[in-house]
């Protein structure tokens, strides 16, 4: 069945929640980003900062695999990415993914972070596609720190952030692939977490590994 080529995937209204659409784009699939139908203050002063963004962050990482394209600024209030046909992580259960794709999906986030950016918001399943590879998608909250910049010294710890949601993931899909240091690290992300505000927080037993 060919998927429906203007398709709403997710419309939660609010403030600062964009229209996420599955579009065409010169002939092929694309994801709307798009802010256009939101209030006069998120549509002319918030999403045009918010979409530019955005937008000069995933075109800094083009080029790492596992991270999709820009593609254009829309109406200056919407985003245009490549659109991935894969499921969230969390629609596989434990066990169903390979060994691979963990090696792959920490790859990326290696890459990222070496090209000076932080998602912060990688706890989030729907954040991370499986595709024919795993994908991080929506850098919304996503932190570019450049060389010699003074803010160089936090860096590490924003990629710890991101490195609390692999080891989640990793101790949810990969337990076996977990170690001691793992563990260790996983007990320091849970304080870290506690005091985290860009996105949710609950314990679940199937994360506890220790």
Same mark, same amino acid.
């Given at each position: %069945?060919?998927?429906? @080529?203007? /398709? ?15 579009? /065409? #784009?010169?002939?092929?699939? !694309?994801?709307? @980003?798009?802010?256009?139908?939101? &209030?006069?203050?998120? +549509? ?10 955005? =937008?000069?962050?995933?075109? #800094?990482? /083009? ?8 593609? !254009? ?9 490549? $659109?991935? &046909?894969?499921?969230?992580?969390? *629609?596989? *259960? ?5 060994? /691979?794709? $963990? ?8 890459? %990222? #972070? ?10 989030? *399943? ?6 024919? +590879?795993?994908?991080?998608?929506? $850098?919304? &909250?996503?932190?570019?720190? +450049? !060389? ?6 936090? =860096?590490?710890?924003? +990629? ?8 989640? $993931?990793?101790?949810? #899909? ?37």
């Amino acid at each position: %069945m060919t998927p429906p @080529k203007n /398709e709403v995937l997710r419309d939660k209204g609010g403030f600062l929640s964009p229209t996420i659409r599955r579009i /065409e #784009h010169e002939g092929r699939p !694309a994801i709307l @980003k798009d802010f256009r139908t939101r &209030n006069v203050v998120t +549509r002319r002063i918030l999403a045009p900062a918010l979409v530019r963004r955005e =937008f000069a962050i995933l075109r #800094h990482l /083009e080029g790492i695999a596992g991270i999709p394209r820009a593609i !254009a600024i829309v109406g200056g209030a919407a985003l245009v990415t490549e $659109f991935i &046909n894969g499921r969230h992580i969390g *629609k596989y *259960k434990p066990g169903e993914l390979s060994d /691979e794709v $963990f090696r792959q999906l920490a790859a990326t986030v290696a890459a %990222m #972070h070496a090209r000076g950016v932080a998602h912060l918001d990688l706890r989030q *399943k729907k954040n991370i596609l499986v595709a024919d +590879r795993p994908y991080l998608i929506d $850098f919304a &909250n996503a932190v570019r720190v +450049r !060389a010699g910049s003074p803010l160089r010294a936090v =860096f590490a710890r924003l +990629r710890q952030v991101d490195e609390s949601g692999l080891l989640k $993931f990793k101790a949810r #899909h990969w337990p076996h692939l977990l170690t001691d240091a793992d563990r260790d690290r996983l007990r320091r992300h849970r304080s870290l977490r506690s005091l985290w505000i860009f996105s949710p927080h609950t314990d679940r037993a199937r994360d506890k590994v220790w």
